[in-house]
């Protein structure tokens, strides 16, 4: 049974920074590209950014120069640092592994 679990969501001030995590249990992580997608209140889920299991990355244009996706294959967790956050990054993000996505943590940034 494959586990997704993001945390370290939370309320920041616009400018700010927060760090996701997504711990991966149950799949062969090493390999897998992950992914962090965001669903703002009343809209649908969009992709954020990915990391592929030898490390290549690319992001949404809305995430490029401000976010940063990473990964430890010794840890089995995906991260997402955001920085200079805005508050039109106010969502619920979620991770994926491409089949399986986890329950996602709530971001909000206030103006």
């Known amino acids: 049974q494959v586990q997704l679990v993001e945390s370290g969501g939370g309320l920041v001030q616009a400018g700010g920074s927060l760090r996701l995590s997504c711990a991966a249990s149950?799949?062969?992580?090493?390999?897998?590209?992950m992914s962090w997608y965001l669903q703002p209140p009343g809209k649908q889920r969009e992709w954020v950014a990915y990391?592929?299991?030898?490390?290549?990355?690319n992001y949404a244009g809305s995430a490029k120069g401000r976010f940063t996706i990473s990964r430890d294959n010794a840890k089995n967790i995906v991260y997402l640092q955001m920085n200079s956050l805005k508050p039109e990054d106010t969502a619920v993000y979620y991770c994926?592994?491409?089949?399986?996505w986890g329950q996602g943590t709530q971001v909000t940034v206030s103006s």
């Open positions: 994926h592994d491409g089949r399986y």
């Open positions: 149950g799949s062969t992580f090493v390999t897998n590209t």
């Open positions: 990391i592929t299991g030898g490390g290549h990355t």
